[in-house]
């Protein structure tokens, strides 16, 4: 069985970025995350010992965007890595970040990267 657990559009303000401002006021950001793993004993128990629980996601994301980084890059593959570390039943990860308003001069819902890491 292919399964997954999600989080979407989690909105985080955060101080990411290259220009000097950025880094000092900060920014809203949106982080959505997918973890590939197996819930066929989840599923069956009704146990979240079986699982893992969005709400430990929740926390290692906050983690991560609390380190300020240049690059989205840099902290969506670092929030890949972690969960990938921390819980040696997920298979692959997804990390989805977006700064919700770039410093670009234009009008857009946001800019961002998708990283995704397997096993």
Same mark, same amino acid.
């Given at each position: &069985?292919?399964?997954?657990i999600h989080i979407r559009n989690l909105r985080l303000y955060a101080y990411? %970025? $290259? &220009? =000097?401002q950025e880094?000092?006021?900060g920014g809203e950001y949106s982080v959505s995350l997918e973890v590939w /793993? =197996? /819930? *066929? !004993?989840?599923? !069956?128990s009704d146990q979240l010992g079986d699982t893992v629980s969005y709400a430990e /996601?929740?926390?290692? #994301? $906050?983690?991560?965007m609390k380190q300020p980084s240049k690059l989205l890059?840099? $902290?969506?593959?670092? #929030? %890949? !890595?972690? #969960? &990938?570390?921390e819980y040696a039943e997920i298979?692959? $990860?997804e990390v989805r970040l977006t700064k919700l308003n770039p410093p670009m001069g234009?009008? +857009? *819902?946001?800019?961002?990267? +998708? #990283?995704k890491i397997e096993n």
């Open positions: &069985m292919q399964s997954s990411h %970025g $290259v &220009m =000097p880094q000092q006021v /793993l =197996p /819930l *066929d !004993k989840a599923a !069956k /996601l929740y926390q290692v #994301i $906050v983690r991560e890059e840099n $902290v969506a593959w670092r #929030i %890949g !890595k972690a #969960i &990938m570390s298979s692959a $990860v234009a009008q +857009c *819902d946001g800019a961002g990267v +998708c #990283i």
